[in-house]
């Protein structure tokens, strides 16, 4: 998930040498960046020839897709105030958006762990040929502490 996040860096920073960003959602709502358009992709970063970003009029919405669901704290603050482009303060409220979707399904996914760590009778680990390896007492209690701190980590803010 944070891969995602520096993966959406490492694009933005190619583009200085690159072209345009273009941000689309496949059918189960998994967004993707690329410097190739698709079908209901948007343009959250265009490149002029000579490396500087292009007019805002250069960069035109062609969100012809599905929008993804918004999320809590969707409307995100620039934090490049009246010194960004229409294009860079877009691609930085998608980014402030997928950043805050991908924190709370992080949060969810540890929180059910947790709560899967607890109502277990029994804690095991797969063994090298398959087969459950049951944790004594102990490092069940071990397992659930650590779940229930991931958990605590994962939703810091939430």
């Known amino acids: 998930m944070i891969r995602r996040a520096a993966a959406l860096a490492?694009?933005?920073?190619?583009?200085?040498?690159?072209?345009?960003?273009?941000r689309s959602v496949d059918a189960q709502g998994h967004v993707q960046y690329s410097d190739t358009p698709t079908p209901g992709a948007e343009l959250v970063h265009a490149q002029s020839l000579r490396g500087a970003p292009a007019p805002s009029s250069a960069a035109p919405v062609v969100a012809q897709g599905p929008a993804p669901a918004a999320t809590k704290g969707s409307a995100a603050k620039s934090t490049t105030a009246g010194t960004a482009t229409p294009a860079t303060a877009d691609a930085q409220r998608a980014l402030h958006n997928d950043l805050e979707q991908v924190r709370a399904e992080q949060c969810q996914k540890a929180q059910d762990s947790y709560q899967q760590a607890i109502q277990a009778r029994r804690v095991y680990?797969?063994?090298?040929?398959?087969?459950?390896?049951?944790?004594?007492?102990?490092?069940?209690?071990?397992?659930?502490?650590?779940?229930?701190?991931?958990?605590?980590?994962?939703?810091?803010?939430?």
């Not at 694009?11 to 273009?22: E, H, I, K, P, R």
């Not at 944790?135 to 779940?147: G, H, K, M, P």
């Open 10 to 22: 490492y694009l933005m920073s190619l583009t200085a040498t690159a072209g345009d960003v273009y």
């Open 125 to 158: 680990r797969p063994g090298a040929d398959g087969e459950r390896e049951y944790l004594s007492d102990d490092e069940a209690d071990q397992v659930r502490l650590n779940a229930r701190l991931e958990m605590e980590a994962a939703c810091k803010g939430a």
